[in-house]
């Protein structure tokens, strides 16, 4: 009776495999054709814009309205640089080896904050809430059935009473070409400044071809007209991300990958600087005129 039980169980396992392997391919399918067409001007900055409510938020409502951002080319799409605004440029002050476990004594350490807060074993597996940003006076909530596979966000005010915008990013992190999925994509982590929303996107790759060079990039969204400004070229963020001035600090890498640092204009989506390190960032963290940069392995401190 128990051997029957088991084997009932690992079939319906399976099965369960099987049916949502299938909806992406069809999901794939369905979106292959609609692909981003980048705004053919300048993106407007505005630091003291404001979104407005659409409605009551439920950290376990996923019957909200989605805006399905469209797929960009995986290639690269930047604007040109104003060479007036002036960009950070990060100088190495110190690296040393850390002992891998110790992350709660980096942060006790160098006086920092955590800059995310995870919902961990939560109920409903059809809407599960994954990570919870606060920036700019609201709060993101991501959503999907794994952390690092979260294709929607919902962003919402600090109490999480209104939703002001959500939108399905589950097409923006598929390149084309994938037949069979391996690996996890969606949203990494976010900030919002005024009317953009950056946006860190770890892309899907293919079990036999893998990410076939168009990993993890960022992309500026104009939430006024929920346009695409700008992405990045591929294999520029993977991780965490900060916005000190004109500049965004990122970080991308992978077990048999270099590993980077990348100072990015954020008005334009260029990288300004590229900085190797031992091990790909997982947190970067501005304090104080420093930057702080948490790699499984060693720890570094920047200034600017």
Same mark, same amino acid.
């Given at each position: 009776m128990k051997k029957s039980l088991f084997l009932l169980l690992v079939a319906l396992m399976a099965t369960t495999v099987s049916v949502n392997a299938q909806k992406r391919k069809t999901q794939r399918r369905q979106t292959a054709a609609k692909t981003v067409t980048y705004p053919q001007r300048d993106a407007d900055f505005l630091p003291n814009y404001r979104l407005q409510s659409t409605g009551s938020f439920s950290l376990y409502d996923d019957n909200r309205q989605y805006v399905t951002l469209a797929s960009p080319d995986f290639k690269g799409h930047v604007l040109q640089r104003n060479m007036n605004r002036k960009q950070i440029r990060l100088r190495q002050l110190s690296c040393r080896e850390n002992d891998i476990t110790d992350e709660e004594y980096w942060f006790e350490r160098n006086n920092l904050s955590p800059i995310f807060s995870v919902y961990k074993n939560e109920p409903t597996p059809q809407v599960r809430p994954r990570l919870r940003?606060?920036?700019? @006076?609201?709060s993101v909530v991501t959503y999907g059935p794994y952390w690092v596979e979260a294709t929607k966000l919902a962003v919402c005010d600090t109490e999480l009473k209104n939703v002001y915008k959500a939108y399905d990013f589950s097409v923006a992190v598929m390149p &084309? @070409?994938?037949?069979?999925? !391996? @690996? /996890?994509?969606?949203?990494d982590y976010v900030m919002i400044e005024g009317n953009i929303m950056y946006v860190s996107h770890q892309t899907y790759s293919d079990y036999k071809k893998g990410d076939m060079g168009r990993g993890g990039y960022l992309s500026a969204i104009d939430m006024r007209t929920d346009e695409i400004i700008w992405t990045t $070229? &591929?294999?520029?963020?993977? !991780?965490?991300?900060e916005i000190v001035g004109n500049s965004i600090i990122c970080g991308y890498g992978n077990s048999f990958e270099r590993d980077f640092l990348y100072?990015?204009?954020?008005?334009? @989506? #260029?990288?300004? #600087?590229?900085? &190797? /390190? $031992? $091990?790909?960032?997982?947190?970067?963290?501005?304090?104080d005129g420093k930057v702080y940069v948490r790699t499984y392995s060693?720890?570094?401190?920047?200034?600017y």
């Amino acid at each position: 009776m128990k051997k029957s039980l088991f084997l009932l169980l690992v079939a319906l396992m399976a099965t369960t495999v099987s049916v949502n392997a299938q909806k992406r391919k069809t999901q794939r399918r369905q979106t292959a054709a609609k692909t981003v067409t980048y705004p053919q001007r300048d993106a407007d900055f505005l630091p003291n814009y404001r979104l407005q409510s659409t409605g009551s938020f439920s950290l376990y409502d996923d019957n909200r309205q989605y805006v399905t951002l469209a797929s960009p080319d995986f290639k690269g799409h930047v604007l040109q640089r104003n060479m007036n605004r002036k960009q950070i440029r990060l100088r190495q002050l110190s690296c040393r080896e850390n002992d891998i476990t110790d992350e709660e004594y980096w942060f006790e350490r160098n006086n920092l904050s955590p800059i995310f807060s995870v919902y961990k074993n939560e109920p409903t597996p059809q809407v599960r809430p994954r990570l919870r940003v606060d920036t700019d @006076g609201y709060s993101v909530v991501t959503y999907g059935p794994y952390w690092v596979e979260a294709t929607k966000l919902a962003v919402c005010d600090t109490e999480l009473k209104n939703v002001y915008k959500a939108y399905d990013f589950s097409v923006a992190v598929m390149p &084309p @070409g994938i037949n069979e999925v !391996c @690996g /996890l994509g969606g949203v990494d982590y976010v900030m919002i400044e005024g009317n953009i929303m950056y946006v860190s996107h770890q892309t899907y790759s293919d079990y036999k071809k893998g990410d076939m060079g168009r990993g993890g990039y960022l992309s500026a969204i104009d939430m006024r007209t929920d346009e695409i400004i700008w992405t990045t $070229k &591929p294999k520029t963020s993977n !991780c965490h991300f900060e916005i000190v001035g004109n500049s965004i600090i990122c970080g991308y890498g992978n077990s048999f990958e270099r590993d980077f640092l990348y100072v990015v204009d954020k008005f334009s @989506g #260029q990288r300004v #600087q590229t900085i &190797p /390190l $031992k $091990k790909a960032a997982s947190y970067i963290i501005e304090k104080d005129g420093k930057v702080y940069v948490r790699t499984y392995s060693f720890d570094y401190v920047f200034t600017y």
